[in-house]
């Protein structure tokens, strides 16, 4: 059974930095593509960076420069590093995988900023 538990979410003033963690089971986070999505109060779930099998990475432009995905294979975890953080980055963070045509997400960490 596939199960993500993301971590790593909390209070932030604008400008800091916050790590989340993405740690997998049930699956081999070093064969898959695995995502970092975001959903503001009031928004639809966006996706915002993305790390495929070969470590090729892809960011939504609210991220670029300021976001860096990466993964440790040894311990099955994804992780999202957040920098300069705004307040429009209040949101709840959700893992994703897309395995054997069903799409698995973790109960989502939530990350406020404040002015």
């Known amino acids: 059974q596939v199960k993500l538990v993301e971590s790593g979410g909390g209070l932030v003033q604008a400008g800091g930095s916050l790590r989340l963690s993405c740690s997998a089971s049930g699956i081999d986070v070093s064969f898959y593509r695995l995502g970092w999505y975001r959903q503001a109060p009031g928004k639809q779930r966006e996706l915002g960076s993305g790390i495929a099998s070969g470590r090729s990475t892809t960011y939504a432009d609210s991220g670029k420069g300021r976001f860096t995905i990466s993964r440790d294979n040894a311990k099955n975890t994804v992780y999202l590093q957040m920098n300069s953080l705004k307040p429009e980055g209040t949101a709840v963070y959700y893992c994703?995988?897309?395995?054997?045509?069903?799409?698995?997400w973790g109960q989502g960490t939530h990350v406020t900023v404040s002015s």
């Open positions: 994703n995988v897309h395995y054997y045509q069903k799409n698995y």
